[in-house]
């Protein structure tokens, strides 16, 4: 617990956090949600998460404008994931290509975005963000069970007091992208057809 406190204070936490997800897994050990800093630590390894999954995917060709083109993450909804989430990916890459973070408000539409974050129960902002990037090759990510049935296509659940995610294939071959076999079978669940 003091060790927590401390890497919190330190801003070491999200260092640890990457480094665990890069040592080889999509499921980093977690602490229990409630612990104190526990919103600070959720937001922290959702970034880590976000950005692991740039390595993972695969954007049909025409996706970048050119080989060295960014990796655009836009952040809808949870200004905290973005601010953790630019720490994160702050001078790294991913397949060649650097990443940026677009922080989306409402009404804006996503343009040439490679993964939307799409934070909270706003049905409406929900809604209108997998409207704008149904059928683009988009990769949408959310932490709302009312977004994932709307046909998100990662969502992060709390599963035995870690942060998981789950994959809706279906959405995902409509948009032309791949999702590598490593990803899958680090998911808590993988929907072949609809969410139930």
Not at 7 to 22: C, F, G, N
Not at 32 to 56: C, N, R, S
Not at 124 to 130: D, K, T
Request: proline fraction near 6%; charged fraction near 20%; include cysteine.
């Amino acid at each position: 617990m003091a060790l927590l406190r401390l890497l919190t204070r330190t801003h070491l936490l999200p260092a640890l956090l990457l480094a665990l997800l890069l040592a080889g897994t999509l499921a980093p050990a977690a602490p229990a949600w409630a612990e104190p800093g526990a919103p600070l630590i959720e937001h922290q390894v959702k970034a880590a998460y976000l950005y692991k999954f740039t390595g993972f995917v695969e954007w049909p060709e025409g996706s970048f404008a050119r080989a060295d083109s960014p990796i655009l993450i836009g952040v809808a909804g949870n200004e905290a994931l973005a601010e953790q989430l630019e720490q994160i990916v702050a001078g790294r890459s991913a397949n060649g290509h650097p990443i940026e973070i677009r922080r989306l408000k409402r009404g804006e539409p996503p343009g040439a975005l490679h993964i939307v974050y799409i934070g909270g129960n706003d049905r409406a902002l929900v809604s209108e963000l997998l409207a704008a990037t149904r059928g683009q090759p988009v990769l949408t990510v959310s932490d709302s069970d009312t977004a994932f049935s709307l046909g998100c296509m990662i969502n992060f659940v709390v599963a035995d007091e870690r942060l998981r995610f789950q994959v809706a294939l279906k959405p995902v071959a409509s948009s032309r992208l791949r999702i590598s076999a490593r990803m899958l079978a680090a998911a808590q669940k993988v929907h072949t057809e609809g969410v139930s």
